[in-house]
């Protein structure tokens, strides 16, 4: 997973300068966020975690989401209810 994260930044473009302006969050990114807000509020939750924005980024991260598309613990964390709720917790 490292590798493929490594491979999308450095692919991104950079730049420096005083006069640069502040970066803007992407249409990718605000249907991550949606995505995330989305998942949070099915599950209950009130607010929005880390969780939830992976799961985010592995719906609709476009390359990000393809790094962790298929990984265990993104399929573990989309089959299984939130443990905040209670639910499966000892």
């Known amino acids: 997973m490292r590798s493929g994260a490594e491979r999308i930044l450095a692919a991104l473009p950079s730049v420096t300068g005083a006069t640069v302006a502040p970066p803007q969050p ?4 605000l249907a991550v966020v949606a995505d ?3 998942r949070a ?3 209950g939750d009130e607010y929005l975690s ?4 992976l799961l985010g980024i592995a719906a609709k991260g476009g390359a990000a989401g ?9 399929r573990r964390s989309c089959r299984r209810p ?4 209670g639910e499966g917790a000892a």
């Open 26 to 29: 992407n249409r990718e990114m």
């Open 36 to 38: 995330a807000q989305a």
């Open 41 to 43: 509020k099915e599950l």
């Open 50 to 53: 880390t969780e939830h924005l």
């Open 66 to 74: 393809e790094v962790l598309e298929g990984r265990e613990p993104v």
């Open 82 to 85: 939130s443990a905040r709720r």
